[in-house]
C-alpha cells in the first residue's frame, strides 16, 4: 500500500514540474506582501516575440486574480515581476505575445510554488497546486483535470506523505471535491472538519466552521451561534464584511450619495480596500450613472471595476429589448455605451492576447449589432454580427437576428442559400420558415416545395422539443405546486388550467434575471386579456422569509411590474424543476403540459401565439 502511494505521489510530482521551460522565482524565499521577481526560461524551438507578457493566474479558496507582466529579456531568459496576495501559495503562468498564447506548457500552463520554506509550507503548497491546476482550464483555457475521483486520488498522495495536512484548512477544497462524490458521507466528513476548525479557536478556522455549519440544514443552529462569537470577537470579520455587500446590494433606491455613504462606512468598518470587494460599489455607481447619462462620471468608475467591459454590455443589452422589435429608449447613449464595451476589450488585445477574447467578443458584439440594427445602420450591424458567425458564437437569438440583418443587405437568394443551409444544419426556428415562406411567395416559388419543407421541419422540430424535454424532465407533466404571493395568498399552479402558463424563476440578485423584465412586462400587457398567466417565482433568495417579501415587494413596486411574484421559500419548486441556472423560463400549455424551456425570453411570444391560435 505504501509503494503504491509512493508511486502515484512521484507520478502526481512529476505530472505537476514536467515543464518543457521554466519558470521559477529569482530570489529561493517568496517575499509575502512585495513584488517578486521570476525567472522564464523558454523551452528551445520556441520564439518568444518582443512584446510578450507574463499572464498569471492567482487562485485562493476565497478568490481569484488575473495579472499581465511585461517580459524583460535577461540573456537567453526573461524576467516578470508581480505581486500577489499574501494568502497565495501557487501561481499559474502562460507567456502570451499580442496574437497567441506562446507558451502554455503544453496546454498545462507553468506552476510556480511560492511558499516551500519548510514541509508543512512544501505540502500546503502541493495542495493548493492541485485545485489551481483544476481550474486553469476555465480561467486559462487550459487542459486540466477537473474529474472527481482523479483529483482525489492527487489529494490522497499528497496527504500521504504529509498526513498533518488533512486537518489543515488547506484540506477544504478536497474535502467539498468528496462531497459531490459522495454528498451524505462527505457531508459528515465537512462538519467534523468544521469541529475541528473550532476548536483551532482562531479567527480563519472559526470563518470556515461557520461556512460549513451553515450550508447544511441540520447545523443551522451552530452556525448562528458561531456567527455571533465571530462578530463579537472579531468586529472586521470577513462574514459580517460579506453580508454588508449583500445587504448594500439589496437596497431599493439607490443613489450616488447612498453608494457613496456605503462605500465610505465599507472601507472605515471592515479595512477593506480590495479591487474586488469594492467592486460591488462601484458598479452600482457605474450602473446609476450610465442610466442618468452621465457618461464622464461613468468612465471615472473604470479604474475600480474588475470588468468594466461587462458593466458596459450588461447595461447595453438591458437597455437593447433582448430582441429584435422591443423599441429602445435613448438608444444613441445604448449603441455608445455598447460600443465602448468593444473598444476595451480591444484595447487588451492589442496590450496581450486574451484566451476568452472570443466568448467576450460574441457577447459584445451582438449586443452592439442588435443596437446598430435598431439605428437603422444596417451594414454595420451584420458587419459585427457576422464577425459574431465565424467565430461560431450564434445562439438560437443570434441567428435570428443574423437572418433579420442579412435580409436587409443581401439579395433574397443569398437569403434564401442561408436559411436552407441553416434548415439543413437541423435549425427549426419559426422565424426561419417564416422568412422562407414570404421569399417563396414573392419570387413566386412552387409553393409545394415549400410545404414539403415546413412539414419535415417542423416534425423535426417536434421530435427535437420531445425528446430534449424529456431529457430535462423526465416528463412533459408540469408538476403541480402551492405557493404563496405578494398578498400572502396561496396559488396553486393547476388551478390555471384552460390556459398557457409562463414560469419565470428569478431572483433579487440575479442581474439578468431584472435586465429581462421590461421585456417580460411588454409580454404580461399584451396578453393580459387572453388565456395566458405569467407567474413570476421568487427563488434562490438568501435571507428570513420576512424579509425576503419586504425586499422584493419593494423593487416590483419601484420598477411598477404588473408581476405575479410567487415565493418559493423552501426551494422546492426549482429543485423539482431541475432548474440549474436562473432565469430560466418554462411555457406550459392549457393541458398543463410543458411546451418548452430556455434562459432567455426571445421566443416566448411566437410560442404563445401558436397555442391561442
Known amino acids: 500500500m505504501k509503494k503504491t502511494i509512493l508511486l502515484l505521489l512521484l507520478t502526481i510530482f512529476n505530472i505537476a514540474f514536467s515543464q518543457s521551460g521554466k519558470i521559477y522565482l529569482k530570489d529561493n524565499n517568496f517575499n509575502v506582501g512585495k513584488p517578486n521577481t521570476y525567472i522564464y526560461e523558454p523551452p528551445q524551438g520556441i520564439l518568444i516575440e518582443d512584446n510578450a507578457k507574463a499572464n498569471i493566474l492567482s487562485i485562493?479558496?476565497?478568490?481569484?486574480s488575473s495579472e499581465i507582466s511585461p517580459l524583460k529579456k535577461s540573456g537567453k531568459r526573461f524576467e516578470f515581476?508581480?505581486?500577489?496576495?499574501?494568502?497565495?501559495?501557487?501561481?499559474?503562468?502562460?507567456?502570451?505575445?499580442?496574437?497567441?498564447?506562446?507558451?502554455?506548457?503544453?496546454?498545462k500552463g507553468y506552476s510556480v510554488l511560492l511558499k516551500t520554506e519548510n514541509d508543512t509550507e512544501l505540502g500546503k503548497s502541493l495542495v493548493d497546486e492541485v485545485f489551481v491546476r483544476s481550474n486553469g482550464g476555465y480561467f486559462f483555457k487550459l487542459k486540466s483535470n477537473s474529474k472527481p475521483e482523479e483529483l482525489i486520488a492527487e489529494y490522497d498522495a499528497i496527504f500521504a506523505k504529509y498526513p498533518k495536512l488533512r486537518d489543515d484548512?488547506?484540506?477544504?477544497?478536497?474535502?467539498y471535491t468528496k462531497k459531490s462524490i459522495d454528498k451524505e458521507q462527505g457531508t459528515k466528513d465537512l462538519i467534523a472538519f468544521a469541529d475541528k476548525c473550532v476548536k483551532r479557536n482562531t479567527e480563519d478556522y472559526l470563518t470556515t466552521a461557520y461556512y460549513i455549519y451553515n450550508s447544511n440544514n441540520e447545523t443551522q443552529d451552530q452556525a448562528i451561534k458561531l456567527r455571533k462569537e465571530i462578530s463579537e470577537r472579531y468586529p472586521k470579520n470577513r462574514i459580517d464584511a460579506m453580508d454588508f455587500r449583500k445587504n448594500f446590494y439589496d437596497q431599493p433606491d439607490k443613489t450616488e450619495a447612498?453608494?457613496?455613504?456605503?462605500?465610505?462606512?465599507?472601507?472605515?468598518?471592515?479595512?477593506?480596500?480590495?479591487?474586488?470587494?469594492?467592486?460591488?460599489?462601484?458598479?452600482?455607481?457605474?450602473?446609476?450613472?450610465?442610466?442618468?447619462?452621465?457618461?464622464?462620471?461613468?468612465?471615472?468608475?473604470?479604474?475600480?471595476?474588475?470588468?468594466?467591459?461587462?458593466t458596459y454590455n450588461n447595461f447595453a443589452w438591458g437597455k437593447s429589448g433582448g430582441d429584435l422589435t422591443m423599441p429602445v429608449k435613448n438608444i444613441d447613449f445604448a449603441t455608445k455605451v455598447s460600443k465602448r464595451s468593444l473598444d476595451i476589450l480591444e484595447a487588451k488585445r492589442k496590450e496581450c492576447y486574451n484566451a476568452n477574447y472570443n466568448d467576450d467578443f460574441n457577447m459584445y458584439a451582438d449586443t452592439y449589432a442588435l443596437l446598430l440594427y435598431k439605428q437603422g445602420k444596417y451594414d454595420e450591424a451584420f458587419k459585427y454580427q457576422s464577425e459574431v458567425k465565424a467565430l461560431n458564437g450564434l445562439d438560437a437569438g443570434g441567428k435570428e437576428r443574423y437572418l433579420a440583418m442579412l435580409d436587409k443587405v443581401k439579395s433574397k437568394d443569398e437569403v434564401k442559400a442561408y436559411i436552407e443551409d441553416e434548415i439543413g444544419k437541423g435549425n427549426t426556428s419559426p422565424a426561419f420558415l417564416a422568412k422562407l415562406k414570404e421569399i417563396y411567395i414573392e419570387k413566386k416559388l412552387p409553393m409545394a416545395e415549400y410545404d414539403a419543407i415546413q412539414q419535415k421541419t417542423e416534425l423535426l422540430a417536434k421530435?427535437?422539443?420531445?425528446?430534449?424535454?424529456?431529457?430535462?424532465?423526465?416528463?412533459k407533466n408540469a408538476i403541480d405546486f402551492t405557493l404563496k404571493n405578494l398578498e400572502g395568498k396561496e396559488t396553486k399552479l393547476s388551478d390555471y388550467k384552460?390556459?398557457?402558463?409562463?414560469?419565470?424563476?428569478?431572483?433579487?440578485?440575479?442581474?439578468?434575471?431584472?435586465?429581462?423584465?421590461?421585456?417580460?412586462?411588454?409580454?404580461?400587457?399584451?396578453?393580459?386579456?387572453?388565456?395566458?398567466?405569467f407567474l413570476f417565482v421568487n427563488t434562490?433568495?438568501?435571507?428570513?422569509?420576512?424579509?425576503?417579501?419586504?425586499?422584493?415587494?419593494?423593487?416590483?413596486?419601484?420598477?411598477?411590474?404588473?408581476?405575479?411574484?410567487?415565493?418559493?421559500?423552501?426551494?422546492?419548486?426549482?429543485?423539482?424543476?431541475?432548474?440549474q441556472a436562473i432565469p430560466t423560463r418554462i411555457v406550459i400549455d392549457k393541458t398543463g403540459n410543458i411546451l418548452a424551456y430556455d434562459n432567455s425570453n426571445t421566443d416566448l411570444g411566437v410560442i404563445i401565439d401558436e397555442q391561442l391560435k
Open 60 to 64: 485562493t479558496s476565497t478568490d481569484f
Open 258 to 310: 447612498s453608494v457613496l455613504e456605503s462605500l465610505n462606512t465599507y472601507k472605515t468598518k471592515f479595512n477593506d480596500t480590495s479591487k474586488r470587494s469594492l467592486n460591488s460599489f462601484y458598479s452600482v455607481l457605474a450602473s446609476l450613472y450610465l442610466d442618468k447619462e452621465n457618461w464622464e462620471k461613468a468612465i471615472a468608475c473604470e479604474p475600480y471595476l474588475v470588468l468594466p467591459a461587462d
Open 81 to 107: 515581476t508581480t505581486k500577489v496576495s499574501d494568502s497565495v501559495r501557487v501561481i499559474l503562468v502562460t507567456i502570451n505575445d499580442s496574437k497567441k498564447i506562446a507558451d502554455s506548457n503544453n496546454e
Open 498 to 533: 384552460g390556459k398557457v402558463v409562463v414560469l419565470d424563476f428569478w431572483a433579487t440578485w440575479c442581474g439578468p434575471c431584472k435586465a429581462s423584465f421590461p421585456k417580460m412586462q411588454h409580454l404580461v400587457t399584451k396578453y393580459k386579456d387572453k388565456d395566458v398567466a
Open 169 to 175: 484548512k488547506v484540506s477544504l477544497e478536497y474535502l
Open 540 to 579: 434562490w433568495e438568501n435571507g428570513k422569509e420576512e424579509d425576503v417579501l419586504k425586499k422584493v415587494t419593494s423593487y416590483i413596486t419601484d420598477k411598477k411590474f404588473d408581476f405575479n411574484v410567487l415565493f418559493d421559500s423552501k426551494t422546492e419548486v426549482v429543485t423539482n424543476y431541475k432548474i
Open 463 to 475: 421530435e427535437s422539443k420531445n425528446k430534449d424535454l424529456l431529457e430535462k424532465f423526465g416528463s
